[in-house]
């Protein structure tokens, strides 16, 4: 992430973005930048539409910035519209697929053992405890440093790594035999 002067805040230039001061906007978005990607990423699961998504959802967020109230948290409202702009995206290139494949039989065993495995998954993931789905969550989907998490959710790194190991053992514990199952999908 590029950083920001340190003594500017986020908040502090989307303030001055709302204005119409377009430096403020610009380094905001340069911050935020690898974080809306990542975001896309997840929703997407292609790396090739990743910044088309990523520069849609700076035009809305251009367009948009009057509506987001400042009493309120910014990432939740921002990452809304970076998952929007990714799956409108995703409609738009919605690859084409053969009417071979259309009409070949379901892999029924492979696909129900994965409708399992995932239940399975939202199970064990349902166990964790609050702070472990948090930094879990950060780290692995979102794929932020320890550093970046342990800011976010304003704890200490070390807690932060603590959280994420004994989640990832907890959930290597519940899934048991379908992480076999989940791997090779």
């Given at each position: 992430m590029?950083?920001?002067?340190p003594?500017?805040?986020?908040?502090?230039?989307?303030?001055?973005?709302?204005?119409?001061d377009?430096?403020?906007?610009?380094r905001?978005?340069?911050?935020?930048f690898a974080?809306?990607?990542?975001?896309?990423?997840?929703?997407?699961?292609?790396a090739?539409?990743v910044d088309?998504a990523?520069?849609?959802?700076?035009?809305?967020l251009?367009?948009?910035?009057?509506?987001?109230?400042?009493?309120?948290?910014?990432?939740?409202?921002?990452?809304?519209?970076?998952?929007?702009?990714?799956?409108?995206?995703?409609?738009?290139?919605?690859?084409w697929?053969?009417?071979v494949?259309?009409?070949t039989?379901?892999r029924?065993?492979?696909?129900?053992?994965?409708?399992?495995?995932?239940?399975?998954?939202?199970?064990?993931?349902?166990?964790l405890?609050?702070?472990q789905?948090q930094?879990?969550y950060?780290?692995d989907?979102?794929?932020?440093?320890?550093?970046?998490?342990?800011?976010?959710?304003?704890?200490?790194?070390s807690?932060?790594?603590?959280?994420?190991?004994?989640?990832r053992?907890?959930?290597?514990?519940?899934?048991?035999?379908?992480?076999?199952?989940?791997?090779?999908?």
């Amino acid at each position: 992430m590029a950083s920001i002067d340190p003594t500017e805040s986020e908040t502090t230039l989307l303030q001055a973005a709302r204005e119409g001061d377009a430096p403020s906007l610009e380094r905001f978005c340069r911050h935020r930048f690898a974080w809306m990607r990542r975001i896309a990423l997840l929703e997407l699961g292609q790396a090739a539409l990743v910044d088309d998504a990523v520069q849609d959802a700076m035009v809305q967020l251009i367009n948009h910035l009057h509506r987001w109230d400042p009493t309120r948290p910014f990432e939740p409202w921002l990452a809304t519209i970076v998952r929007n702009s990714a799956r409108q995206q995703r409609r738009r290139w919605r690859p084409w697929s053969p009417l071979v494949e259309r009409f070949t039989a379901p892999r029924l065993d492979t696909d129900l053992d994965l409708q399992r495995a995932a239940t399975a998954t939202l199970k064990a993931f349902a166990t964790l405890s609050p702070g472990q789905r948090q930094a879990l969550y950060h780290v692995d989907m979102l794929e932020l440093s320890v550093a970046e998490v342990a800011e976010l959710l304003e704890m200490n790194p070390s807690t932060v790594r603590v959280q994420v190991h004994k989640a990832r053992k907890k959930l290597r514990h519940h899934l048991g035999d379908w992480r076999t199952v989940l791997e090779i999908s």
